[in-house]
């Protein structure tokens, strides 16, 4: 069971197994309906490459912030 | 996972190239970018000197994008007589909003003792953003009015404080989807005239005016606007938050309440998933878009360009006999 916490937003728990064989971060992102394009994946408050497979029970997501 | 350069921890990956990369590399690689394309764009002329330095107005809104492009142009050029640097910060009266990045501002300036200007819609127009959501007299998203008067007060005091260029932070992201925007609306002209204004290389001093080793160049027809340049225009916007964040940028993290562009939020996730799928997809968007603006505004300068008066009322330069601006100022007050 991964942590996904939607900085901002809030937290879900994903079961890493549904997003099929080896899922990466990048998969854990649209799993909490985000672009990999759009976020900072977060493992230990340092980021990641989304392509990285999952290996972290806790992840923080940085959403890109929308200027005026 | 492993930098491709080194052998420190991958941070990031970018899926257009390929490459995975350690912070440091990451970070040097957003910089020398940004460096190339003021290089390749010749935004410093050969003819500026010590005695004649260009002064650059940098937009600085206290965002991830101008945070970063003021600290890479302070790097670049502090230490460059050739070179003045001026940030100029707008506050559009949104609570709680622009004063955290008010603040923000005003570190990164201090800490680089970079000359810091603020101006106010307060001030100058006697309306705050908050009150124009809510009034909306023209029926318009805030971002719309927002837009001309920012846009307004940029190029008031590039004038003001006699600067060469306006600088501000668009990123790849935002170029692209301005690309499609253009492309979709079967805007040509409007193609043209973002060449003109802010995408085209400047001519160099060699170049006799004329395009330069087969590099389209921009011809001014903005009439006497100050020109305008993106220097982080090839890096993507989700780079530009993960450099702020890993050099720890003092960008601030709230989002505007306003905030609401339909149109290019269609565009914006239509790109998300392209280059999800196609990665590299913005990069040939914007290489083939440049190229079709180019041609664009070859066409339309030879139509010459619109009859350039002042506005009767605050004598800003406009095609009409009141500016876009002041109507909009007219409008909101006419609904307090």
């Known amino acids: 069971m991964v942590t996904v916490e939607v900085v901002g937003e809030g937290t879900r728990e994903i079961e890493p197994e549904t997003l099929g064989a080896d899922p990466t971060y990048a998969d854990l992102v649209r799993a909490v309906d985000y672009s990999p394009h759009e976020v900072s994946v977060l493992v230990d408050d340092q980021p990641v490459p989304e392509d990285r497979a999952v290996d972290a029970d806790h992840v923080r997501v940085l959403r890109l912030i929308k200027g005026g | 996972m492993d930098c491709d350069k080194c052998d420190d921890e991958a941070v990031m990956h970018a899926a257009y190239s390929g490459l995975h990369m350690c912070a440091d590399h990451f970070c040097r690689s957003v910089e020398s970018r940004t460096r190339r394309r003021v290089r390749e764009d010749n935004l410093l002329p050969d003819d500026a000197s010590p005695d004649d330095p260009e002064t650059w107005l940098i937009g600085l809104s206290g965002g991830k994008d101008s945070v970063v492009l003021t600290q890479i142009l302070h790097d670049t050029f502090a230490e460059d007589p050739r070179v003045e640097l001026v940030a100029l910060t707008i506050h559009e009266g949104i609570e709680g909003y622009r004063d955290e990045s008010l603040a923000a501002c005003r570190d990164l300036t201090e800490d680089l003792d970079v000359r810091h200007e603020l101006v106010t819609y307060e001030e100058e127009f006697d309306l705050r953003m908050d009150d124009v959501a809510v009034e909306d007299p023209m029926d318009m998203a805030p971002c719309a009015y927002c837009g001309v008067f920012r846009r307004d007060l940029l190029s008031k005091y590039a004038a003001e404080y006699d600067a060469d260029k306006l600088l501000t932070g668009h990123n790849l992201d935002d170029e692209a989807q301005t690309a499609l925007m253009n492309f979709f609306e079967g805007d040509v002209e409007q193609m043209a005239k973002h060449f003109d204004a802010s995408l085209g290389a400047f001519p160099g001093a060699a ?5 330069r080793d087969g590099t389209p160049v921009r011809v001014s027809t ?6 305008r340049a993106k220097p982080l225009r090839d890096v993507p ?3 530009i938050a993960l450099y702020a964040q890993l ?9 505007c309440p306003h905030a609401s562009e339909a149109y290019r939020g269609e565009i914006q996730q239509l790109l998300f998933d ?3 799928n196609h990665p590299g997809v913005r990069h040939s968007i914007m290489a083939g878009y440049e190229d079709l603006a180019a041609m664009a505004a070859r066409a339309y ?10 506005c009767e009322r605050c004598g800003a330069t406009t095609t009409r ?12 007050h006419a609904a307090d």
């Open chain 2, 207 to 211: 170049d006799g005016g004329g395009d």
């Open chain 2, 222 to 227: 903005d009439g006497p606007f100050v020109p």
């Open chain 2, 237 to 239: 916007e989700k780079e």
């Open chain 2, 247 to 255: 050099q720890d940028l003092p960008a601030h993290i709230t989002e």
């Open chain 2, 274 to 276: 392209m280059e999800e």
């Open chain 2, 301 to 310: 300068r030879d139509g010459g360009g619109p009859e350039y008066g002042e």
């Open chain 2, 321 to 332: 006999a009141v500016c876009r601006k002041c109507s909009l100022v007219e409008a909101v």
